[in-house]
């Protein structure tokens, strides 16, 4: 709902007298509603060459007559078209869909007959710090004296549970302890309730709170946004908000470091992680898309993002046309775009420029690592002469066993396969030579891979698994962690009558063995033992992990026409860890196990080139290939493996983030009406929008320069915008009600000098958020109760003047963490990587390119505060679709606040609440004495009336007996989640609680801030 | 429109009559819309819209070219492609023509020209206007449903079904009034479908369409937790309203009174969702008639369902069948999907007819675009310049078929219907003047059919 005048809530008072006319007030709502239009700024679509917003435009001779004539109303154009009867003459048109009232007549008429004075946007003007009228807290001056003027007492203080509360879910999102509650009521110091605000203002929860408020300006999701909506890492970015609004990072440097924290003097790794919010936006990776279109989509989602976060402006839609309503042009559009010009990236598909970001353990450990590995290669490359020696034979050994091969390469060949089928359902398609699986992730797969060999005389064959940036961890599954554990391989020949009989396999041997997953597991008939390719710990490659080679060597040669091979992966512990992507090359060399894994191109180079010829580089990769098969480094290629390996699971670890690299800038072209087809426009350089305050530098304006303009004294909307947004976080609806527009078709605010005061206030004092949140909300105003006088709520209905408080419900990401906190379930963890809470089956579905699964977060992972749960924009949690959190697709400034139904369902059945009850239950069967009055305060902070107490008592008798008739339905309903189930509990008991606790959860004060 | 209208128009003109009830309206159940009374005598008061995602093959379903058949293999004239948009044939050598794959045939009284390899559409010739001369805006899936569904290509606007909702309130007791149900098929290439096709985008989020998935919990969150019988939950739900209504009592929050009554609409939804997809009182000739035997998840069974949506006055029903995105072996997988969304698509009009229902009601079949008269190997690349739909019933015109795109199939050339049109159609039937169904955001007034659309006179009756 957006902005109606004040002028019309507040009518009965404005008839009694005929206040004076204030252009921005009164008059530009009316021209800009029905006007502007066609008689505004955008000289393309101005009708009749007439432009109403400004004086020149509006009093210019249109030929012995002009639209106004200043004090004469009765000779000016624009009042004979407003009352005109004649459909054709009418202004605003019929078709427009607008009409003007009587009383917005009589106000232009009136605003003529005073000589029409124009004043500039209100918004558009530099901040000036106003007079505060009085002494105390500015705020309560300015509402007070509003109030005065219309004659309004404001109501009394609300309670001090209620504020404790109230203060808490506003500052931190959590709900203060009862203890908490207990002792604030019981402070009788005069600052009490400022001590109770500050305790809250450093706590690390604030930061989380804010970021909620920050992440959805600046659009902040896990993942990609268009068609495969691909998961991307950048929660780095997500840390650097909350620990920016913890440490009270002063917003200019904060805003400086999100748009150019590559650029500054000294880029540090948190000013590099800031600069992941230029590529916060929506990417595509879809085969065939255009990059000349998605250059233009990408332009266009940073001009909206800045312009909205920073700004509260439209510029998106100067796209294609100068500005409707504001004086931004086409050109300043481009002109914008352009300062994001510089930034390293393809217009489509995946960005993959990631910068670590470990925290300081594992900086630590990183270089303890890495030098242990160091240490271990070093040891598996120090020359003896015993080694010498053995390569000498071992170089001998190989050229006679590859003698018959004329070209490496050949050694092995890739077979054709003749017919493949799965026991689990993974659909297995023929890519080529290569399989590849789709379809579901099963628990546990066996392939049977049946290859036509003709007449070869084999002597063993070659399982080549590969990875892909499309499996999980770009490994090799599509499931699990994206590693693949393979329990067993058999070999069997295929008669041409169909007959079966099996080939015996003498030995396994791999290129890669990670410790505890040996080769030989595969042929030892467990299921427990396994081979596996560390997929998971490859997440550093970026077009996928590195192909792993396993080679069977087979008792004796085969010729058999058809083998078919049998790859099982039957782990219990892991049953999604099936490999995908494989192939299966077959060899007829001699000694296969021995010369079939030699690197072609050392062997390629032993066979040509004699020792003494080879130059350092072609003797290092001999030397490399005896070194990682000679069994007498076999303990340091061991020790060096799992080192190597170590440090890639520490790497894999380490938290990574998208971030801006800057390059040479591209070229920007005004593109006529958005049309990206058409690259005649004129080429644009970086510039702010041409009405405001300019930058002056020497050269191209860069992203850096943008950054210090948007927070300058004289930017006239960065402080107005921020002020205008932390109000409404305090008091449920900005002074200007439009958060997102602060331009003409935004609203002139209820309190323009406060929202003026609160700005300059803001910028005059380093750009100090905390500073500026705490004198919010330690103000009167803030302090009032929400339940209105008659008065209050006959004359001022929708509280534009702040007379009470106003109660709004908790967002999605707090409605979930006010039922954790409550129940005891919350995890304190303040950071890191994304998690997945409990989500419906099968939501997921309709996600391809690739499939994806789901996998649930157990233990302290599936209870983080909302604003962790992995934002997936085209298919976000649903239970916070229902509580209207946004997908991030674009800059949201203010979520809708909707009552449906959907909501309902969440409550009463997701098994996040479900869990949250029973845990909460839990708690209250541990307490001593009046448990419905504990769990009901615990929840609202305020005790229960008699009859509510009497309410909540009948459903836990009524449910009590019901459980006591129905133990299985009882033990089902305390099962809900993973949170852990003490054994001797008496589950009726629980579960009649539960129900109780299901009952306060789903209170609508419970999930209110009033 | 009158003055009455003007000021139930919520967020689009306000006058102080319209305060208190403002007040309500941002969180009252769907109820009334704000196009009231509608702008015009409605032909339709729901929509039913086959939603055949991935593209389907103008050139294999409705466009009959017997030049490119002749042009097959030979290569396309540069006169029509040159600077034109492409997707994936992008980077080839040559484009070349590629012929229809199967015949058509003329079918019903109205002897429309549709292909062989659609019998059962065959069958509701007569009733279904098909439009040969579509054109869209965006050439990559995504963007091209979010096009089709919200007018626009940039993310967060409303959905179609959400405006109707919007603008004419839901007719649906105890089921959600914009429902969309997803199948999948066995030829295309699955191309996802983002939520965002079904956002409420900024309109309030009760707008929001509702998907219901064939297997587990039909609609997010519907079923009550293990171990919580019926009579369990009502006695919940009871507690919970009689702890709303006292605390209702002291407090100033109009949010309490809905927030009572939506959890009375939830309980409904918990029994009368869970009837809708019990089939078991359907007539076994009803079965026979889509073909199914249990609601399975199939395009088909998904038809019926939408059926019984519409008896039970659910305003805006889409179902989506993620398959016809066909880049190669258009000949083969053309068959297999026909296999899948024939008879359903057929099944569905017969039966809507033989109820009544379809007099008020419009069936849309159609995807996001259309595909290349060029070969792309032995399939076809997406195509905007001009593709197929039908639609039918609701005050439609039936058995014609409208407009025409070049011999080759390529554009659109006579009676060009852009995607504004359609909906800008659609709305004017439904009773709504598309310029009217309008919501201000970020200072602007926001619509439909964006500042396009005209009313397409010739397909209406």
């Known amino acids: 709902m957006h902005s109606w005048p004040l002028l019309l809530v507040l009518a009965p008072l404005a008839a009694q007298a005929a206040p004076p006319i204030r252009f921005n007030k009164d008059i530009r709502p009316i021209l800009s509603e029905n006007c502007f239009r066609c008689h505004g700024f955008d000289s393309a679509k101005r009708k009749s060459g007439l432009r109403l917003d400004t004086p020149e435009g509006a009093m210019a001779d249109l030929g012995g007559y002009a639209a106004i004539v200043k004090g004469r109303p009765g000779q000016s154009e624009l009042v004979k078209r407003i009352v005109n009867h004649d459909p054709d003459e009418l202004m605003p048109p019929r078709e427009s869909g607008k009409k003007l009232t009587a009383a917005q007549i009589d106000l232009l008429k009136r605003w003529i007959a005073d000589g029409a004075p124009y004043e500039p946007h209100w918004s558009f003007v530099p901040v000036a710090r106003p007079e505060v009228p009085g002494q105390g807290n500015a705020v309560d001056v300015f509402v007070n004296a509003r109030l005065g003027e219309e004659g309004l007492a404001p109501a009394a203080e609300t309670d001090r549970a209620t504020l404790a509360r109230r203060v808490s879910l506003d500052l931190v999102g959590l709900p203060p302890m009862l203890e908490e509650i207990d002792a604030f009521v019981a402070d009788r110091r005069a600052d009490a309730y400022e001590r109770f605000v500050d305790r809250l203002l450093a706590s690390p929860h604030y930061g989380e709170r804010m970021a909620m408020f920050w992440l959805d300006l600046v659009r902040y999701a896990d993942s990609i946004g268009y068609h495969s909506d691909n998961a991307r890492e950048v929660s780095p970015f997500r840390d650097y908000v909350i620990k920016a609004f913890n440490d009270n990072k002063p917003f200019d440097r904060f805003t400086v470091e999100q748009l150019a924290g590559d650029l500054v003097p000294k880029p540090t790794l948190e000013t590099r992680v800031a600069s992941t919010y230029n590529m916060l936006l929506e990417t595509t990776e879809e085969g065939g898309a255009q990059p000349k279109e998605y250059e233009a989509k990408l332009a266009g989602d940073r001009v909206r993002s800045v312009s909205g976060a920073w700004l509260g402006a439209t510029m998106g839609c100067a796209q294609c046309h100068d500005h409707k309503y504001d004086p931004y042009s086409a050109r300043d559009f481009y002109a914008m775009s352009a300062f994001f010009a510089d930034l390293q990236e393809s217009p489509i598909m995946s960005r993959k420029e990631h910068l670590l970001v470990p925290t300081p353990v594992q900086q630590v450990q990183l270089k303890e690592v890495e030098a242990q590995v160091d240490r271990a290669r070093w040891r598996f490359q120090e020359p003896s002469e015993a080694l010498t020696r053995a390569q000498e034979a071992w170089e001998a050994k190989v050229a006679t066993a590859l003698e018959a091969v004329k070209d490496v390469k050949t050694r092995w060949t890739t077979q054709e396969v003749a017919e493949v089928s799965t026991e689990n359902g993974t659909i297995l398609t023929i890519d080529g030579k290569t399989l590849d699986g789709s379809g579901p992730t099963p628990d546990g797969e066996t392939y049977q891979v049946t290859l036509a060999l003709g007449q070869q005389k084999v002597t063993a064959l070659k399982l080549i698994v590969e990875g892909s940036s499309r499996h999980i961890n770009k490994g090799y599954a599509r499931a699990g962690n994206g590693n693949f554990i393979l329990t067993g391989v058999e070999v069997d020949a295929v008669g041409d009558d169909g007959k079966v009989r099996p080939v015996k396999v003498k030995t396994a041997a791999a290129d890669y063995e990670r410790a505890g997953f040996p080769v030989a597991a595969v042929l030892d008939g467990k299921r427990e033992t396994g081979y596996s390719g560390d997929g998971h710990r490859t997440v550093q490659a970026s077009r996928g992990a590195p192909e792993r080679n396993l080679v069977l060597v087979l008792e004796r040669p085969v010729t058999a026409g058809k083998l078919r091979v049998t790859l099982r992966h039957q782990s219990r512990a892991h049953p999604k860890q099936v490999m995908t992507r494989f192939r299966i090359a077959a060899t007829t060399i001699a000694d296969p196990e021995f010369a079939g894994l030699v690197p072609d191109e050392a062997v390629s180079l032993l066979k040509r080139i004699a020792a003494a010829e080879r130059t350092p580089a072609q003797a290092q990769i001999v030397n490399d290939a005896f070194r990682q098969s000679t069994p007498m480094l076999g303990n340091v290629r061991r020790e060096l493996r799992r080192l190597e390996g170590d440090r890639q699971e520490l790497l894999a670890a380490i938290p990574r983030t998208l971030h801006s690299i800057p390059t040479e800038p591209r070229t920007v072209r005004l593109l006529p009406r958005g049309n990206w087809l058409d690259d005649s426009g004129e080429e644009v350089k970086p510039a702010v929008p041409h009405f405001m305050p300019q930058i002056e530098t020497e050269g191209r304006a860069t992203r850096l320069d943008l950054a210090r303009w948007l927070v300058r004294r004289d930017n006239p909307l960065t402080a107005r915008v921020l002020a205008n947004r932390l109000w409404k976080l305090y008091f449920g609806h900005g ?154 697709e674009e800059c949201t400034a203010e979520r809708t606040r909707s009552n449906t139904p959907q909501q309902a369902l969440v409550l009463l059945n997701d098994p996040t609440y479900v869990e949250a009850a029973r845990v909460f239950a839990q708690r209250i069967l541990a307490v001593k004495g009046d448990r419905l009055t504990w769990a009901f305060q615990r929840t609202l902070g305020r005790k229960p009336t008699d009859a509510e107490s009497r309410v909540l008592a009948e459903l836990r008798q009524k449910h009590l007996s019901m459980y006591r008739d129905d133990e299985k339905a009882a033990r089902a309903l305390v099962q809900v989640g993973d949170a852990h189930l003490p054994r001797n509990v008496d589950v009726v008991e629980l579960a009649t609680w539960t129900s109780v606790s299901r009952a306060i959860f789903n209170l609508h004060e419970t999930i209110t801030r009033n | 429109m009158n003055r009455r209208a003007f000021l139930g128009r919520g967020a689009a003109g306000f006058g102080s009559l319209a305060m208190t009830s403002l007040l309500q309206q941002q969180s009252s159940s769907a109820a009334g819309g704000i196009i009231t009374p509608l702008d015009f005598p409605a032909r339709a008061k729901r929509v039913i819209w086959l939603y055949m995602a991935g593209g389907p093959s103008q050139l294999e379903t409705f466009d009959y070219k017997p030049k490119l058949e002749e042009m097959h293999g030979k290569p396309m004239p540069e006169s029509l492609t040159k600077g034109q948009p492409i997707a994936q044939l992008q980077n080839a050598q040559q484009l070349k023509c590629f012929g229809p794959q199967y015949p058509f045939e003329r079918f019903g009284k109205s002897g429309q020209q549709i292909s062989t390899l659609f019998p059962h559409i065959g069958k509701i010739a007569d009733d279904i206007c098909i439009i040969r001369s579509m054109k869209t805006e965006a050439i990559n899936h995504d963007p091209a449903h979010t096009f089709m569904n919200t007018g626009t290509t940039i993310s967060l606007r409303p959905a179609m079904g959400s405006w109707l909702l919007y603008g004419l309130g839901s007719e649906a007791a105890d089921l959600p009034g914009f429902v969309v149900m997803v199948s999948t098929g066995k030829a295309g290439q699955m191309q996802p479908i983002a939520s965002r096709q079904w956002s409420a985008g900024f309109l309030p989020s009760k707008y929001q369409g509702v998907r219901f998935s064939s297997n587990g919990d039909p609609v997010q969150y519907l079923s009550s937790p293990p171990g919580v019988s019926a009579q369990n939950q009502r006695d919940v739900i009871d507690t919970v309203r009689g702890l709303n209504q006292m605390h209702d009592e002291v407090v100033d929050d109009p949010e309490i009174a809905t927030r009572i009554s939506q959890y009375e609409m939830a309980f409904k939804m918990q029994t009368s969702v869970p009837g809708l997809m019990d089939i078991s009182d359907e007539k076994k000739e009803t079965l026979d008639l889509y073909g199914v035997s249990q609601i399975d998840g199939s395009f088909a069974s998904n038809c019926l369902l939408a059926r019984r949506m519409a008896e039970r006055g659910v305003r805006f029903i889409q179902l989506y069948h993620r398959d016809w995105d066909h880049h190669g072996a258009v000949k083969k997988n053309m068959k297999i999907i026909a296999g899948e969304s024939d008879q359903g698509a057929a099944a569905l009009v017969m039966d809507l007819k033989r109820r009544g229902l379809l007099d008020d009601t419009i069936v849309v079949w159609g995807g996001e675009f259309g595909r290349t008269p060029m070969a792309q190997g032995d399939g076809r690349d997406h195509h905007i310049k001009g593709f197929s739909m039908w639609v039918a019933g609701g005050g439609f015109k039936a058995g014609i078929t409208h407009g025409a795109t070049d011999e080759f199939g390529y554009n659109a050339v006579e009676d060009v219907v852009h995607v504004h049109d359609l909906h800008a159609t659609m709305l004017r039937l439904l009773g709504v003047e598309h310029k009217r169904l309008i919501f201000k955001f970020q200072g602007r007034d926001f619509r439909l059919t964006d500042v396009h659309g005209d009313l397409v006179t010739k397909i209406v009756i």
């Not at chain 1, 309190?751 to 500073?771: C, F, I, M, S, T």
């Not at chain 1, 009167?780 to 709520?793: F, I």
């Not at chain 1, 997945?836 to 579905?845: A, E, F, I, S, T």
């Not at chain 1, 996998?855 to 976000?876: A, M, N, S, V």
């Open chain 1, 735 to 888: 002074l200007s009600r439009v958060l997102d527009d602060l331009g003409t078709q935004g609203e002139w605010p209820s309190h323009p000098q406060l929202l003026d005061y609160l700005a300059a206030d803001l910028a005059e004092n380093g750009w100090n958020v905390k500073r500026l949140v705490r004198l919010l909300v330690t103000s009167d105003s803030y302090r009032r109760s929400s339940t209105a006088t008659a008065e209050l709520k006959a004359r001022d209905p929708l509280n534009r003047l702040f007379g009470r408080q106003t109660p709004f419900r908790l967002d999605a990401e707090l409605v979930r963490d006010n039922a954790l906190a409550i129940s005891g379930l919350l995890s304190p963890h303040i950071g890191g990587p994304s998690v997945k809470p409990y989500q419906p089956d099968g939501y997921w579905d309709q996600l391809n390119f690739p499939k994806r699964y789901y996998e649930i977060d157990h233990g302290e992972k599936g209870h983080r505060r909302g604003l962790y749960t992995h934002w997936q924009r085209t298919f976000l949690h649903p239970s916070f679709v229902a509580f209207d959190a946004s997908t991030r």
